[in-house]
């Protein structure tokens, strides 16, 4: 008889979400379905605003990513007033940008993700967090709070506070950076790299623990997509880049403000959350990731010292892209230590403390694309606005829904592989959760509802008999 086992919700992700997995008759699963609780209110809510509003309520999206909203959303606005923002409003930016992938990837690694990696994926649930960590660890349990504090530091300094950070305006940012600030800021980064750079040695060396994983986390053939300027992967600005699984460039200079001619979104009956896809190939044949992964494969050159090294070795884990999703972990660590280097380039400019930050000017087009890289992947903000500049409608891509296929794709995967029967084990469930953890979904930015929730498995029978049920918190 076949059987369903849902997992709900998955724990140690921001947000809220429910695994459904569909078995056969020989107890092998044969499907798997990913759901998030979506309210895709924020969308309508913000019909009729005015659009300078839009990047202030756009940070109120996501209480885990408002800077990455922030910045799409004054960069669409930057399109309706059709203005070239002073360029080191755009530094500035650039560094809050890069200061929210930090902060973000140090959470991911250190505080979802490390518990399963230096614990092991069958620990005792009740130790797989970041307190485990700080026992098993200590160093790299501080070091982890620290380095997401230094991100978290960054982003006061600039923006005042870390959480909805208003500073970012249509034309550029309300503020220049002073002296002091920026002088603080690079104090902090001789300890961010070092973390960084240790944390990188412990990864790689415990690599080979991981084989399994590394095999079965959402390991297969896709596109990946990422802004990229200068052949290097561009986390503020870029043209949009998709290469296949062997590596190959399939379309590139991609103007950003035109991804409705490649990117269609597909619905599923069982799920509000859409499925993008690379238009040319079609559904589900266009199935393409974003984020560290996807920039990593995307990029021919990573433009900074330390990360260039790390990236080359990186390359060469796979003939083509790196395709395993267990190496997400791996991108996020590389990328962190490219973002402090970029961070501390774009400080050591003297021009960064310029006081021309903000340009003006009236509504001078109706629509307005604004796309960055957030942390998790490619962020694409649309709006149109009537003469008044009032906003009459608003489209929103967010790097979770890019990923949903993969997502999808890569719990089927795992489950196949860890799931016996209709037993629900821990180290199963651990997995089928951790293979999630590997694209960092900002499921309050899929759900736009913040809160984590406790873990519930059932298992079902085609017919809707309970067969097994497991909770945890
Ligand atoms: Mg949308
Ligand atoms: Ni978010």
């Not at 020989?26 to 798997?32: D, E, L, T, Y």
């Not at 750079?197 to 623990?209: C, I, P, V, Y």
């Not at 959760?433 to 590997?438: D, G, K, L, N, S």
Request: aromatic share 8%.
């Amino acid at each position: 008889m076949g059987q369903k086992i849902v997992i709900d919700p998955v724990t140690r992700l921001e947000g809220h979400a429910k695994i459904t997995l569909q078995t056969d008759d020989k107890g092998a699963v044969q499907s798997a379905q990913f759901q998030v609780t979506q309210l895709r209110g924020f969308e309508k809510f913000c019909e009729g605003r005015p659009f300078y509003e839009m990047p202030n309520l756009m940070a109120r999206i996501c209480g885990i990513c408002p800077v990455s909203h922030l910045i799409a959303s004054a960069k669409a606005c930057d399109a309706i007033l059709a203005v070239r923002i002073p360029p080191t409003a755009a530094k500035l930016r650039r560094v809050l940008n890069l200061a929210q992938l930090i902060q973000s990837h140090a959470l991911s690694f250190f505080y979802l993700s490390s518990p399963d990696l230096l614990l092991g994926m069958d620990a005792d649930p009740a130790k797989r967090n970041i307190l485990g960590v700080a026992a098993a660890n200590p160093e790299m349990g501080r070091g982890g709070v620290r380095l997401r504090q230094f991100g978290q530091h960054i982003i006061e300094l600039l923006a005042g506070k870390r959480i909805h950070p208003g500073w970012a305006v249509p034309g550029g940012v309300s503020e220049p950076l002073a002296g002091e600030k920026r002088d603080e800021i690079l104090a902090m980064i001789p300890e961010a790299l070092a973390t960084t750079r240790k944390t990188l040695d412990w990864f790689k060396s415990n690599l080979e623990n991981y084989r399994d994983e590394i095999r079965t986390f959402a390991n297969f053939p896709s596109l990946f997509m990422a802004l990229v300027s200068d052949d290097q992967a561009a986390y503020y600005d870029g043209r949009l880049r998709f290469v296949d699984a062997k590596g190959k460039i399939i379309a590139d200079k991609l103007d950003p403000a035109r991804y409705a001619e490649y990117i269609e979104e597909a619905a599923e009956p069982f799920t509000f959350m859409k499925f993008p896809y690379y238009k040319p190939m079609g559904y589900p044949g266009g199935i393409y990731r974003v984020g560290p992964l996807a920039r990593l494969n995307v990029a021919r050159q990573c433009g900074t010292p330390l990360a260039e090294q790390e990236w080359t070795e990186f390359r060469s884990l796979d003939r083509g892209a790196v395709l395993s999703s267990f190496h997400y972990h791996y991108a996020r660590l590389i990328e962190i230590l490219h973002a402090i280097e970029r961070v501390q380039l774009l400080l050591d400019d003297p021009g960064i403390l310029n006081h021309q930050v903000r340009a003006t000017a009236s509504i001078n087009s109706s629509e307005g694309v604004g796309v960055a890289e957030a942390p998790r992947g490619t962020l694409i903000h649309h709006y149109r606005v009537d003469e008044q500049g009032l906003i009459t409608w608003a489209n929103l891509i967010i790097a979770t829904g890019h990923n949903n296929l993969a997502m999808n794709r890569g719990i089927l995967q795992v489950a196949k592989h860890y799931v016996k029967a209709n037993k629900l084990t821990e180290g199963m469930l651990n997995r089928v959760e951790a293979v999630i953890r590997t694209f960092d979904p900002c499921l309050s930015c899929s759900t736009h509802a913040l809160g984590q929730m406790p873990l519930q498995v059932r298992l079902v029978a085609p017919d809707g008999l309970l067969l097994d049920e497991a909770r945890r918190n």
